[in-house]
């Protein structure tokens, strides 16, 4: 499911559909996941492409970064930032998505459906 409320939506989704649980998945981690990285990286003058990281939960106030298994080439990032600086930089992910939607004056529609779509789809 790409869909807003994503979590109400993937449950009604599974309940109508009568497939199993692990047949119906929301997708909401992929971009928020991302953001982070991105920020991270900036912070740190890396490539996103160094960092390996998870979020969970939904986007704002549930959102579960988890920092302790965040790493830039294997070494921890709570390692390499103060914790002010990170808990920064998680604030700032957990609103990402309401940063964007002020800057376009729309919500994305783009970017998640890109996200799940594979990449040689978009090769010319």
Same mark, same amino acid.
Request: aromatic letters at 6%; zero cysteines.
């Given at each position: 499911m790409v869909s807003n409320p994503l979590d109400v939506m993937t449950y009604a989704c599974w309940k109508a559909s009568g497939l199993s649980d692990k047949r119906v !998945?929301?997708? #909401?981690?992929?971009?928020?996941?991302?953001r982070y990285r991105a920020? !991270?990286?900036? #912070?740190?003058?890396v490539s996103p492409k160094d960092i390996q990281a998870m979020l969970m939960g939904g986007h704002g106030d549930t959102m579960v970064p988890l920092p302790r298994y965040t790493t830039v080439s294997g070494i921890p990032v709570t390692e390499m930032l103060k914790k002010e600086k990170l808990d920064a930089i998680i604030e700032r992910t957990k609103f990402g998505g309401g940063e964007l939607v002020n800057l376009m004056g729309t919500s994305a529609w783009y970017a998640p459906r890109r996200s799940l779509l594979p990449k040689w789809l978009f090769r010319s």
């Open positions: !998945l929301g997708m #909401a981690g992929v971009l928020d996941t991302a920020f !991270l990286a900036e #912070a740190l003058h």
